[in-house]
Protein backbone atom coordinates (compact mmCIF):
# COMPACT_ATOMS: atom_id res chain seq x y z
CA UNK A 1 0.00 0.00 0.00
CA UNK A 2 1.22 3.32 -0.86
CA UNK A 3 1.53 6.74 1.64
CA UNK A 4 -1.07 9.45 1.70
CA UNK A 5 0.29 12.25 0.52
CA UNK A 6 -1.62 15.13 2.31
CA UNK A 7 -0.70 18.72 1.11
CA UNK A 8 -1.21 21.14 3.92
CA UNK A 9 -1.94 24.95 3.62
CA UNK A 10 -2.64 26.01 7.35
CA UNK A 11 -0.44 26.27 9.97
CA UNK A 12 -2.72 26.34 12.71
CA UNK A 13 -3.65 22.27 10.51
CA UNK A 14 -4.69 19.85 13.74
CA UNK A 15 -2.02 17.36 11.58
CA UNK A 16 0.69 19.91 12.89
CA UNK A 17 -0.21 19.52 17.07
CA UNK A 18 2.55 16.35 16.93
CA UNK A 19 5.12 18.71 15.45
CA UNK A 20 4.51 22.50 16.39
CA UNK A 21 2.46 22.54 19.48
CA UNK A 22 3.25 19.58 21.80
CA UNK A 23 5.30 20.36 24.11
CA UNK A 24 8.21 17.41 25.39
CA UNK A 25 6.21 16.32 28.14
CA UNK A 26 2.87 15.73 26.18
CA UNK A 27 5.60 13.74 23.60
CA UNK A 28 6.99 11.88 26.12
CA UNK A 29 3.70 11.16 27.83
CA UNK A 30 5.07 10.45 31.47
CA UNK A 31 1.63 8.52 32.59
CA UNK A 32 1.85 6.20 29.56
CA UNK A 33 5.56 5.95 28.58
CA UNK A 34 4.17 2.99 26.51
CA UNK A 35 2.47 5.82 24.49
CA UNK A 36 5.34 8.46 23.97
CA UNK A 37 6.52 9.51 21.03
CA UNK A 38 9.66 11.28 19.74
CA UNK A 39 10.61 13.59 16.86
CA UNK A 40 13.26 12.56 14.13
CA UNK A 41 14.86 16.00 12.19
CA UNK A 42 16.69 15.37 8.75
CA UNK A 43 17.55 12.48 6.49
CA UNK A 44 20.61 11.11 8.02
CA UNK A 45 18.74 11.18 11.64
CA UNK A 46 15.32 9.48 10.56
CA UNK A 47 17.47 6.93 8.76
CA UNK A 48 19.47 6.02 12.05
CA UNK A 49 15.64 5.70 13.81
CA UNK A 50 14.73 3.45 11.35
CA UNK A 51 17.62 1.28 11.17
CA UNK A 52 17.32 0.83 14.77
CA UNK A 53 13.89 -0.43 14.59
CA UNK A 54 12.14 2.57 15.51
CA UNK A 55 8.73 2.66 14.33
CA UNK A 56 7.12 5.88 12.69
CA UNK A 57 3.98 7.41 12.67
CA UNK A 58 3.86 10.65 9.73
CA UNK A 59 6.73 12.63 8.17
CA UNK A 60 6.15 16.32 7.28
CA UNK A 61 8.26 17.30 4.91
CA UNK A 62 8.68 20.29 1.96
CA UNK A 63 6.76 19.38 -1.19
CA UNK A 64 9.84 18.95 -3.06
CA UNK A 65 11.48 16.42 -0.80
CA UNK A 66 8.85 13.75 -1.64
CA UNK A 67 10.21 13.04 -4.77
CA UNK A 68 13.35 13.84 -3.94
CA UNK A 69 15.66 13.62 -0.67
CA UNK A 70 13.16 12.00 1.19
CA UNK A 71 11.36 9.41 -1.30
CA UNK A 72 13.96 6.41 0.28
CA UNK A 73 12.52 7.23 3.80
CA UNK A 74 8.90 7.35 2.46
CA UNK A 75 9.38 4.49 0.31
CA UNK A 76 10.74 2.18 3.90
CA UNK A 77 7.71 3.43 5.77
CA UNK A 78 4.78 2.22 3.50
CA UNK A 79 1.20 3.09 4.65
CA UNK A 80 1.87 5.95 6.79
CA UNK A 81 0.82 9.73 6.08
CA UNK A 82 3.51 12.29 4.64
CA UNK A 83 1.95 15.86 5.36
CA UNK A 84 4.10 18.14 2.59
CA UNK A 85 3.91 22.03 2.68
CA UNK A 86 5.70 24.85 0.52
CA UNK A 87 8.79 26.41 2.96
CA UNK A 88 7.04 29.50 3.76
CA UNK A 89 4.20 27.64 5.91
CA UNK A 90 6.71 24.86 7.60
CA UNK A 91 8.92 27.77 8.58
CA UNK A 92 6.28 29.04 10.81
CA UNK A 93 7.19 25.66 12.66
CA UNK A 94 9.58 26.50 15.53
CA UNK A 95 13.09 25.26 14.30
CA UNK A 96 11.84 23.69 11.04
CA UNK A 97 14.08 25.84 9.19
CA UNK A 98 17.05 23.66 11.17
CA UNK A 99 15.66 20.51 9.99
CA UNK A 100 16.76 20.06 6.44
CA UNK A 101 13.48 19.98 5.16
CA UNK A 102 11.99 16.69 7.24
CA UNK A 103 10.35 15.60 9.93
CA UNK A 104 9.35 12.37 11.59
CA UNK A 105 6.90 11.21 14.06
CA UNK A 106 7.93 8.34 15.62
CA UNK A 107 7.09 5.90 18.94
CA UNK A 108 9.00 5.48 21.60
CA UNK A 109 10.70 1.88 22.41
CA UNK A 110 11.01 -0.03 25.57
CA UNK A 111 13.78 1.15 27.29
CA UNK A 112 16.58 -2.35 28.06
CA UNK A 113 17.57 -2.79 31.81
CA UNK A 114 21.03 -1.52 33.40
CA UNK A 115 22.09 -5.09 33.38
CA UNK A 116 21.52 -5.57 29.43
CA UNK A 117 23.65 -2.05 28.75
CA UNK A 118 26.37 -3.59 30.46
CA UNK A 119 26.58 -7.13 29.29
CA UNK A 120 29.98 -7.85 26.84
CA UNK A 121 30.38 -4.12 27.45
CA UNK A 122 34.46 -3.10 28.37
CA UNK A 123 33.51 0.96 28.42
CA UNK A 124 30.17 2.57 30.00
CA UNK A 125 29.07 6.28 30.42
CA UNK A 126 27.18 7.05 32.96
CA UNK A 127 25.37 10.81 33.40
CA UNK A 128 24.43 11.76 36.69
CA UNK A 129 22.04 14.41 36.47
CA UNK A 130 22.97 15.92 33.04
CA UNK A 131 20.04 18.22 32.23
CA UNK A 132 21.34 20.48 29.46
CA UNK A 133 19.60 18.27 26.08
CA UNK A 134 22.58 20.29 24.08
CA UNK A 135 25.20 18.35 26.59
CA UNK A 136 23.23 14.91 26.32
CA UNK A 137 23.20 15.13 22.85
CA UNK A 138 27.19 16.06 22.39
CA UNK A 139 27.91 13.33 24.82
CA UNK A 140 26.01 10.53 23.14
CA UNK A 141 27.77 12.02 19.79
CA UNK A 142 31.04 11.40 21.16
CA UNK A 143 30.30 8.54 23.33
CA UNK A 144 29.29 6.73 19.50
CA UNK A 145 32.73 7.96 17.80
CA UNK A 146 34.78 7.18 20.58
CA UNK A 147 34.57 3.51 21.83
CA UNK A 148 31.97 3.05 24.55
CA UNK A 149 29.82 1.10 24.57
CA UNK A 150 26.98 1.92 26.26
CA UNK A 151 25.05 4.72 28.19
CA UNK A 152 23.46 4.85 31.87
CA UNK A 153 21.42 7.98 32.64
CA UNK A 154 20.11 9.18 36.19
CA UNK A 155 16.38 9.30 36.35
CA UNK A 156 17.14 13.44 36.68
CA UNK A 157 18.88 13.91 33.05
CA UNK A 158 17.40 15.61 30.27
CA UNK A 159 16.07 12.45 28.31
CA UNK A 160 17.78 11.43 24.79
CA UNK A 161 14.93 11.44 22.47
CA UNK A 162 13.88 15.16 23.55
CA UNK A 163 14.26 17.09 19.94
CA UNK A 164 17.35 19.08 20.15
CA UNK A 165 19.14 16.13 22.36
CA UNK A 166 18.62 14.06 18.99
CA UNK A 167 19.24 16.82 16.44
CA UNK A 168 22.99 17.35 18.53
CA UNK A 169 23.51 13.49 18.33
CA UNK A 170 23.29 13.16 14.82
CA UNK A 171 21.13 10.26 15.49
CA UNK A 172 23.69 8.82 17.55
CA UNK A 173 21.30 8.31 20.42
CA UNK A 174 19.77 5.36 17.66
CA UNK A 175 23.27 3.94 17.63
CA UNK A 176 24.69 3.33 20.84
CA UNK A 177 22.55 1.51 23.27
CA UNK A 178 21.34 3.42 26.71
CA UNK A 179 18.94 3.37 29.55
CA UNK A 180 17.27 5.67 31.99
CA UNK A 181 17.78 4.13 35.48
CA UNK A 182 14.75 5.10 38.24
CA UNK A 183 14.32 7.51 41.06
CA UNK A 184 16.31 5.67 43.84
CA UNK A 185 18.86 3.90 41.71
CA UNK A 186 21.58 6.07 41.86
CA UNK A 187 24.59 6.32 43.46
CA UNK A 188 23.42 3.34 45.44
CA UNK A 189 22.32 0.69 44.13
CA UNK A 190 23.70 2.20 41.03
CA UNK A 191 27.49 1.89 41.67
CA UNK A 192 27.47 -1.14 43.97
CA UNK A 193 25.72 -2.91 40.67
CA UNK A 194 28.67 -1.85 38.27
CA UNK A 195 31.12 -3.28 40.53
CA UNK A 196 29.46 -6.65 40.61
CA UNK A 197 29.36 -6.74 37.03
CA UNK A 198 32.97 -5.88 37.05
CA UNK A 199 33.45 -2.28 36.26
CA UNK A 200 36.04 -0.01 37.92
CA UNK A 201 33.89 3.02 38.48
CA UNK A 202 35.86 6.61 37.62
CA UNK A 203 34.04 9.82 38.55
CA UNK A 204 35.42 12.76 36.32
CA UNK A 205 36.02 15.51 39.35
CA UNK A 206 38.43 18.16 40.54
CA UNK A 207 39.63 17.14 43.95
CA UNK A 208 42.90 16.22 45.98
CA UNK A 209 43.47 12.93 45.41
CA UNK A 210 42.21 12.69 41.32
CA UNK A 211 44.73 11.43 38.99
CA UNK A 212 45.41 12.34 35.66
CA UNK A 213 43.48 10.77 32.92
CA UNK A 214 46.34 9.27 30.99
CA UNK A 215 47.26 7.33 34.21
CA UNK A 216 48.18 3.94 33.28
CA UNK A 217 46.19 2.37 35.97
CA UNK A 218 43.54 3.17 34.04
CA UNK A 219 44.09 2.30 31.01
CA UNK A 220 45.00 -1.60 32.60
CA UNK A 221 41.41 -2.04 33.33
CA UNK A 222 39.65 -4.68 31.63
CA UNK A 223 36.33 -2.59 32.11
CA UNK A 224 35.21 0.89 33.15
CA UNK A 225 32.78 3.16 34.09
CA UNK A 226 32.90 6.43 33.35
CA UNK A 227 30.94 8.90 35.08
CA UNK A 228 29.99 12.35 34.30
CA UNK A 229 28.40 15.07 36.46
CA UNK A 230 25.49 17.66 36.00
CA UNK A 231 26.42 21.12 34.73
CA UNK A 232 27.93 23.41 36.93
CA UNK A 233 28.11 21.58 40.28
CA UNK A 234 29.83 18.12 38.80
CA UNK A 235 29.33 14.81 40.52
CA UNK A 236 27.84 14.55 44.10
CA UNK A 237 30.44 13.79 47.47
CA UNK A 238 28.57 10.42 47.52
CA UNK A 239 29.53 9.04 44.13
CA UNK A 240 32.66 10.52 44.32
CA UNK A 241 33.70 8.98 47.22
CA UNK A 242 32.08 5.32 46.28
CA UNK A 243 34.12 5.45 43.01
CA UNK A 244 37.23 3.60 42.42
CA UNK A 245 39.14 6.14 40.84
CA UNK A 246 38.52 9.83 40.61
CA UNK A 247 40.07 11.43 37.16
CA UNK A 248 40.58 15.23 35.62
CA UNK A 249 41.84 16.20 32.63
CA UNK A 250 45.05 18.17 33.56
CA UNK A 251 44.46 21.97 32.04
CA UNK A 252 46.52 24.93 31.42
CA UNK A 253 46.57 28.38 31.78
CA UNK A 254 44.96 28.82 34.82
CA UNK A 255 41.48 27.16 33.10
CA UNK A 256 40.17 25.17 36.04
CA UNK A 257 37.67 22.69 33.82
CA UNK A 258 35.91 21.92 30.59
CA UNK A 259 32.02 21.70 29.40
CA UNK A 260 30.96 18.44 30.40
CA UNK A 261 30.60 17.67 26.80
CA UNK A 262 33.61 18.81 25.79
CA UNK A 263 35.46 16.59 28.66
CA UNK A 264 33.65 13.78 27.92
CA UNK A 265 34.98 13.90 24.69
CA UNK A 266 38.29 14.08 25.68
CA UNK A 267 37.67 11.20 28.52
CA UNK A 268 36.65 8.54 25.84
CA UNK A 269 39.54 9.56 23.90
CA UNK A 270 41.94 8.51 26.51
CA UNK A 271 39.84 5.57 27.99
CA UNK A 272 38.49 4.33 25.14
CA UNK A 273 41.77 3.11 23.35
Not at 87 to 106: K, N, P, S, W
Not at 260 to 271: C, N, Y
Request: net charge negative.
Amino acid sequence: MRNQVIKISDFSAPELDIYARYTEGQLLNRHEPEKGIFIAESPKVIERALDAGYEPISFLMEKKHVEGQGKTLIQRCREIPVYTAEFDVLTQLTGFQLTRGMLCAMRRSALPTVEQICAGARRVVVMEDVMNPTNVGAIFRSAAALNMDGILLTSSCSNPLYRRSVRVSMGTVFQIPWTLMGKGEWPDPGIGLLKEMGFKTVSMALCDDSVPINDPRLAAEEKLAVILGTEGDGLGRSTIAACDYTVKIPMAHGVDSLNVAAASAVAFWELGK
